[in-house]
């Protein structure tokens, strides 16, 4: 059990990979259906899902598989997840400088679904939206839509 949890807790390494962004591409990047696991900080049950992440560039683009290794570095860790949800969104914010960052995640909770209510089947919706995403309806319609509806 020690060495589960252990492995459970213990991301893997990275390397934020930025590039200039010559080309002055100013769209949408978003990485849909990025698996997700994490641990309950209340009860230390499980939670899985999928995140739904994406940025609008400034003057750095992000090497594609940081989103996935962004949200497993907070995932991997007892955690809630509108905690994780922010995480993630403020950690992008902070390295990047982006126009805006939104983080969709959507997970099963077993300490929801397997004791106390079991409630089986229930999904939990979080979402973080910060720059224009937020602020300008537009293009946080188009992030929304984009990141799908919840599976």
């Known amino acids: 059990m020690a060495r589960a949890y252990a ?8 390397a934020l990979t930025t590039f200039p962004n010559d080309e002055g591409y100013d769209e949408l990047v978003l990485a849909r259906n990025i698996p997700l696991r994490s641990v309950c900080e209340h009860h230390l049950l499980p939670f899985v899902g999928t995140a739904h ?6 003057r750095r683009i992000l090497g594609l598989s940081k989103l996935a290794r962004v949200l497993e570095h907070f995932a991997c860790r007892p955690q809630v997840q509108e905690r994780l949800t922010k995480q993630v969104a403020d950690w992008l914010h902070a ?7 939104g983080v969709v995640i ?7 679904t397997l004791r106390g209510v ?20 537009r293009s946080r319609s188009e992030f929304l839509a ?3 509806p919840p599976r």
């Open 7 to 14: 492995e459970l807790f213990s991301p893997r390494p990275f």
């Open 53 to 58: 992440i994406g940025y609008l560039p400034g």
């Open 95 to 101: 390295q990047l400088d982006p126009q805006g960052v």
């Open 106 to 112: 959507q997970a099963e909770h077993t300490c929801m």
């Open 118 to 137: 079991q409630a089986i089947g229930t999904t939990t919706t979080t979402s973080t939206l910060l720059g224009v995403l937020r602020t300008d309806a």
């Open 146 to 148: 984009l990141a799908g």
